[in-house]
């Protein structure tokens, strides 16, 4: 970590910082474009364009991360302090046990910086004291969950319903 709220990959040349409300946008370009990507490869992907709105709703529940090259975005992630339309309540958890990563997704000149940022999702939920990462995946999206699996996150179920556009995978992953 650089700043209080700031961190370098990749020998220090990618900037990651908390995006700020008015860059939704730029968020929500990078996850167009993970998107048309993944959609091009017949791959399910967000809904394009992406929502603003829906980005600006969840800066109460987390952060959005943004990741820079110089002056050019690299990428994104978002951490949550909950997730109950996928993990449900949880009344047995103390607060705080959980960070929830969302919408990580890179700009496609930025190939192999995925690892890095699921690296530092895992740094900065366990220095707010998390002691579990969690996600949820298309279940359908078989080179997803291989990516998630191989960076150490188990398979704990999976969710779907007439409020999801498909089934879910759940993974988690132990930061203690």
Not at 31 to 44: F, I, K, N, Y
Not at 48 to 72: K, M, N
């Amino acid at each position: 970590m650089v700043g209080p709220e700031e961190w370098h990959l990749v020998g220090g040349r990618v900037r990651v910082v908390p995006a700020a409300m008015g860059e939704m946008p730029i968020v929500a370009g990078i996850l167009d474009e993970a998107s048309a990507w993944l959609q091009s490869r017949g791959l399910p992907g967000w809904a394009r364009p992406f929502p603003v709105e829906t980005l600006e709703a969840a800066l109460s529940i987390g952060t959005t991360y943004l990741a820079w090259d110089a002056s050019t975005p690299a990428g994104t992630f978002s951490l949550h302090r909950i997730d109950v339309r996928f993990w449900g309540e949880r009344p047995g958890e103390p607060r705080g046990y959980a960070t929830y990563l969302h919408k990580l997704a890179i700009s496609r000149t930025q190939r192999g910086l995925g690892r890095e940022f699921v690296a530092l999702a895992e740094r900065i939920a366990r220095e707010s004291g998390a002691e579990r990462l969690r996600l949820d995946c298309r279940s359908d999206s078989p080179g997803i969950r291989g990516y998630y699996e191989a960076a150490g996150f188990r398979y704990r179920g999976e969710v779907s319903g007439p409020a999801f556009d498909a089934p879910y995978a759940l993974y988690e992953k132990s930061l203690v």
